[in-house]
Nanobody
Framework: VQLQASGGGLVQAGGPLRLSCSAS????????MGWFRQAPGSEREFVAS????????TYTDSVKGRFTISRDNAKNTVYLQMNSLKPEDTAVYYC??????????????WGQGTEVTVSS
């Protein structure tokens, strides 16, 4: 499975940005997909996830009400719409997919990351 993330860039505080992540190399759909981020000098943190079966979502508290995760089943693509961006949202954003392949890991596959920079 290959995950291709895109959509990162430089944006002013308060502005929007939409990230996309497409999964390829597998005919079955994932159980869920998620977005994570890693700011300079910090550990990677969970941002949001979505279950493929029913579209139920989970968010970390700091992005609730500002970010929206969604999916396109036909395209095996997950999106992260980010609104009201803050400088503290600056990070490299990674998408991940859970296909249930690993007993030990929640997410089996990771994308390469796309950089988001929010200027104040």
């Amino acid at each position: 499975v290959q995950l291709q993330a895109s959509g990162g860039g430089l944006v002013q505080a308060g502005g929007p940005l939409r990230l996309s992540c497409s999964a390829s190399g597998r005919t079955s759909s994932p159980y869920k997909m998620g977005w994570f981020r890693q700011a300079p000098g910090s550990e990677r943190e969970f941002v949001a996830s979505i279950k493929w079966s029913d579209g139920s979502t989970t968010y970390t508290d700091s992005v609730k009400g500002r970010f929206t995760i969604s999916r396109d089943n036909a395209k095996n693509t997950v999106y992260l719409q980010m609104n009201s961006l803050k400088p503290e949202d600056t990070a490299v954003y990674y998408c991940a997919a859970d296909y249930g392949d690993s007993f030990f890991k929640e997410y089996d596959y990771w994308g390469q990351g796309t950089e988001v920079t929010v200027s104040s």
